[in-house]
């Protein structure tokens, strides 16, 4: 079984940057990627970004050269590092790995 912990959200002006890290215990798989997911008030989640064990990485258009996921395996620690943010990068961010997820870390843009 795998436990996921969420950390780094907060209260960030436009422009500026957040570092999310998850932190994962358990039997962590190959198989699944680890991925980061938001989801807005209203919204359906979506799939911001996700790295496999290899270090191949994908990316939600909207947020493509602004966002940043890696992965330390030593650590089991998956991080996001977000920049330039805008106010529509407000949301509910959590880490996922196959059927696990953590309990989310809130992100507000706003001036």
């Known amino acids: 079984q795998v436990h996921l912990v969420e950390s780094g959200g907060g209260l960030v002006q436009p422009g500026g940057s957040l570092r999310l890290s998850c932190a994962a215990s358990?039997?962590?798989?190959?198989?699944?990627?680890m991925g980061w997911y938001r989801q807005a008030p209203g919204k359906q989640r979506e799939l911001v970004a996700a790295?496999?064990?290899?270090?191949?990485?994908t990316y939600l258009d909207s947020v493509n050269g602004r966002f940043t996921i890696s992965r330390d395996n030593a650590k089991n620690t998956v991080y996001l590092q977000m920049n330039s943010l805008r106010p529509e990068d407000t949301a509910v961010y959590y880490c996922?790995?196959?059927?696990?997820w953590g309990q989310g870390t809130q992100v507000t843009v706003s001036s």
């Open positions: 996922n790995h196959g059927q696990a």
């Open positions: 790295i496999t064990s290899g270090g191949t990485t």
């Open positions: 358990g039997s962590i798989s190959n198989i699944y990627n």
